[in-house]
């Protein structure tokens, strides 16, 4: 599929820049032929001159007539070429604003199919999960221990699953302006060491590291800022390897509360930072990609950071990871 739109997109490509070459041509073309029609006429309007006005006996008329048709001459030339640049200028401003447009539309094309096979993948593997235990269970007789093992398996694809759907559900309805928004005052200490709490359940073999300063209090979305803490512990588990450990910080500020949550993974690269916040986007290439996600995390936490007055930055955890840290404005 995408060797299919990159064939496309270098078809339409060679179009355009064919259209583009013509049209420049045909532009120097126009501009040589008017160049040439005013020095014709020069030449024409000067022989008349000299058809009808003596150069020896009136030498002071023919100067004066020559210099006329010499400004006009000058005139008409210049009007051409600024004519001419002036196209030129319009035309080469447009071709690169369209070219933009089209590869801007072209990467858009190309992030929503893999956006699709993301989430196609992304639903069918904790259905298939679920549905293997919940089989695995109903045929065999198991102890309770694996019983647990299995029952837990399962709840963490639901997990899986249901903050899937909730981040597509929710990007949906913040791209539209649907989201009806209930803001409140919150504790959002509380709510960070709840969902610190939900994630050492479900992934028990991780290692957290929690500093969370006490009554930290917002005005916010209950639900947006649990997901916005949830996608950046989800982003910090999927990119950092397992004995790692995962800090997350809390500190109130003067004005303002810093939210922090820090990996030891490979980190990102400068020129990756700021597109990693954009809609589908996600690093590296979608065929050899071994990471699961569907590029929605970290937008859905930069959309739900500006609709509570905050900023959302990454810089680099030393010696290797990544911090990403939420700026609450007062």
């Known amino acids: 599929m995408a060797d299919i739109s990159r064939k496309r997109f270098r078809r339409a490509s060679f179009i355009y820049w064919m259209l583009l070459i013509y049209i420049i041509a045909a ?35 023919y100067q004066v007539e020559l210099d006329k048709i010499n400004k006009e001459h000058s005139r008409e030339k210049t009007k051409y070429i600024s004519e001419g640049a002036i196209f030129l200028l319009l035309i080469l401003v ?13 990467n858009l094309q190309q992030q929503q199919q893999n956006f699709m096979m993301a989430v196609t993948h992304e639903l069918k593997t904790p259905i298939s999960v679920t549905r293997l235990n919940l089989e695995t269970l109903q045929k065999y007789n ?14 963490d ?20 302006d649907r989201y009806k928004s209930a803001k409140e005052e919150l504790d959002l200490s509380t709510l960070f060491k709840d969902c610190i709490q939900d994630f050492k359940k479900r992934f028990p073999d ?66 990756e930072k700021d597109k990693i916040f954009n809609k589908f986007y996600r690093i590296g290439n979608e065929g050899t990609r071994k990471t699961q996600g ?29 911090n990403f840290v939420v700026v609450f404005k007062s």
């Open 27 to 61: 532009l120097v073309w126009w501009f040589i032929s008017l160049n040439n029609h005013v020095a014709t006429m020069r030449n024409f309007k000067i022989n008349q001159i000299n058809a009808t006005i003596s150069k020896q006996q009136l030498p002071g008329l």
């Open 94 to 106: 447009g071709a690169v604003f369209v070219y933009r447009s089209m590869r801007r539309q072209f």
């Open 142 to 155: 198991l102890d309770p221990e694996k019983q647990k093992k299995i029952i837990r398996t399962t709840l």
């Open 157 to 176: 694809e639901t997990a899986r699953l249901n903050s899937l759907t909730n981040n597509i559900l929710i990007s949906a309805q913040l791209e539209g």
């Open 206 to 271: 991780r290692i957290f590291k929690e500093d969370i300063q006490d009554d930290a209090d917002v005005q916010g979305d209950p639900l947006l800022l649990q997901m916005l803490i949830n996608n950046l512990l989800e982003n910090a588990i999927k990119y950092s390897p397992k004995e790692s450990t995962i800090t997350a910080l809390l500190k109130k500020l003067n004005p303002g509360i810093c939210l922090q949550v820090s990996d030891e993974g490979h980190g990102i690269e400068d020129a």
């Open 294 to 322: 569907t590029g929605l995390g970290l937008y859905l936490c930069r959309k739900i950071a500006t609709a509570h007055n905050a900023d959302i930055s990454v810089t680099n955890n030393e010696p290797n990871g990544s």
